[in-house]
């Protein structure tokens, strides 16, 4: 768009106006245009790391960190809760792969979740580093000059001082000087700027405000320091023990473990636990909440490198502390003990069976894996029934979670495992894919049906399966007639007191960012005919709710001190 003739004389005009500056926006002609520097590749990255080490840029990060954190508290995670998600992947199939593929099961070590851990833990350090120099500057500065006119500020407060006798710049000089071992008492620096027939002191105090915000910045980064290190020293591992049955603390006596890259194989504290019991008691029939547990107990036996032995009991977020390590009690469950014969009477499998529990009445689900001593693999699901119920639909349902008269349902099925293939393959789980069904629906055999000490053939006269009764001797219920196992998950975290420190550093450096204000005092004396003029101001960085008063604390205290210092003279009188 072309300008008139009166548009280009008025910008010739203004750009030869003497009075104006060269760099003034009417100084340049109306036509030329503003050309923008070009940035290079320096110059992109330096704009980069600008913003990223804003702290506008820290903050958004953080809250994208706790955001991303979410789905850790969501969704189950391996590291934690590996059973658990093995139960998620069985109960949704269908979107499990998806959210695999998205590292939702182990989001604290995702790509995504460590770039933003990574980013923020720079962008913290680009902003902690400038601020500390800048810090420690005003630290060795002395408080700024005293402002002419202290009546523009705000809060300004003016008296008038007439001793008896009146000395004249000796008053005023002597009025400063307790001015400034008042400001002294009261936590403030101090500096003092007289000139001429004026004296006053320039007071400034908050710089713990700055300190702390500090504080908090650096704790931050210490504990992400802390969590990113200790994580490569630090190892969790689950471990099932059954009944009486022992674990030793080493690499392959866990049933899964997740350790840190700098864990070597011999790393791991020596011990061994053995689980003399597992205690719990069920809500009895006819009374509210019928059938729920509670009082979840696993004592231990603990057996040391040196020989010492000790006792122990790991309750629901009550873990047993050996050494570096905390032993967590994550679940339980049943272990029927089961033994099956072939058709020739040898015996080819024998020992409790970690069943998992599928609903609160602790209907459970088991796999027996039999690989050798038979014409073929057999592969047996089962079904633990604590508190049997038959329901009309032929089925049967557990009522409640003891151990009354309980039943286990047996569906037996041969062919090939796919133990021998070299893939990992959860004893949990029993693919059924081409393997032949012997019993149970779909077949013209039933499943087999036992109680504890009781006996049954297997289909095709392939041999006999018994559940055994581990009952005391002299029992005379079936309340112990199955053997409980736990579920333990074993941690190491030697970085878990520092995580500590810093983040009760954290909470006391924000402590002083949010309560310590950061406030300038000026007390300025001037003699005159009539006295010594008194002025006192104030100035808050940021909001300070409490400023006046504090002013009006400083002219009433300074009052009561020169009063003091002069107890014949005549009292201040307040002036505008």
């Known amino acids: 768009m072309s300008s008139s003739p009166s548009d280009r004389s008025e910008g010739t005009a203004a750009a030869s106006d003497p009075l104006r500056p060269s760099d003034h926006i009417d100084s340049a002609p109306v036509d030329d245009e503003i050309t923008q520097p070009r940035l290079g590749a320096v110059g992109w990255l330096r704009w980069g790391w600008r913003q990223l080490t804003s702290m506008r840029v820290a903050l958004v990060l953080l809250l994208l960190l706790a955001i991303a954190a979410i789905p850790g508290s969501v969704f189950p995670q391996r590291t934690a809760d590996p059973n658990g998600v093995v139960q998620y992947k069985q109960n949704n199939p269908e979107i499990f792969p998806a959210l695999d593929a998205l590292s939702m099961f182990d989001v604290y070590s995702s790509p995504w979740f460590s770039a933003i851990y990574l980013l923020l833990f720079i962008s913290l350090i680009g902003c902690i580093i400038p601020r500390i120099k800048h810090h420690a500057k005003a630290l060795r500065a002395l408080p700024p000059r005293t402002p002419a006119r202290l009546g523009r500020l705000e809060h300004h407060r003016a008296t008038v001082w007439a001793p008896e006798p009146a000395e004249g710049n000796g008053d005023a000089a002597a009025a400063i000087d307790v001015a400034e071992k008042q400001l ?38 210490g504990v992400l320091v802390t969590v990113g290190l200790g994580g490569g020293f630090a190892y969790t591992g689950q471990r099932v023990v059954i009944e009486g049955a022992s674990y030793v603390n080493t690499l392959i006596d866990y049933n899964s473990i997740n350790r840190g890259r700098f864990v070597a194989d011999d790393s791991f504290q020596p011990y061994a636990l053995t689980l003399d019991s597992f205690d719990i008691t069920y809500e009895d029939f006819g009374t509210p909440g019928a059938g729920q547990a509670g009082n979840f107990a696993a004592n231990l036996s603990v057996r040391n490198v040196d020989g010492s032995t000790s006792k122990g009991t790991v309750r629901v977020n009550h873990p047993l502390h050996i050494g570096g390590d905390s032993i967590y009690l994550l679940g339980n469950g049943y272990a029927p003990t089961i033994t099956v014969r072939n058709a020739e009477g040898e015996k080819v499998f024998s020992g409790p069976v970690e069943f998992l529990p599928q609903d609160s009445a602790m209907t459970s689900l088991g796999v027996v894996k039999i690989t050798d001593g038979m014409p073929e693999q057999l592969g047996m699901i089962g079904f633990l029934y604590p508190t049997p119920l038959k329901m009309k639909s032929g089925a049967y349902t557990s009522v409640h979670g003891a151990l009354n008269l309980p039943l286990l349902t047996l569906d037996v099925y041969q062919g090939d495992l796919g ?66 196992y736990v579920s333990l998950q074993i941690h190491h975290d030697a970085s878990a007191p520092w995580v500590l420190a810093f983040a009760l550093l954290a909470l006391g450096g924000l402590g002083l960012a949010l309560f310590v204000p950061r406030r300038r005092m000026w007390v300025k004396a001037t003699a005159a005919d009539d006295g010594i003029h008194l002025e006192y101001a104030a100035l808050a960085r940021g909001d300070d709710p409490t400023l006046a008063a504090a002013v009006d604390d400083l002219v009433r205290g300074h009052e009561r001190l020169l009063e003091a210092a002069a107890p014949e003279s005549t009292t201040p009188a307040q002036g505008a």
């Open 184 to 221: 002294k008492s009261l936590g403030y620096r101090v500096a003092r700027y007289d000139r001429g027939r004026t004296w006053s002191v320039s007071a400034e105090r908050g710089y713990w405000r700055e300190t702390g915000n500090l504080l908090f910045h650096i704790a931050l980064v």
């Open 419 to 484: 133990v021998d293939g070299g893939k990992p393959v959860s004893v949990f789980e029993l693919n059924t894919d081409g393997l032949e069904k012997l019993n149970g629906r779909t077949t013209d055999t039933k499943s087999i049906e036992l109680q504890p000490g009781e006996t049954a053939d297997l289909p095709n006269g392939l041999g006999t399966v018994t559940f055994e009764n581990v009952s005391p001797e002299g029992a005379k219920d079936t309340l112990q007639s199955v053997k409980r």
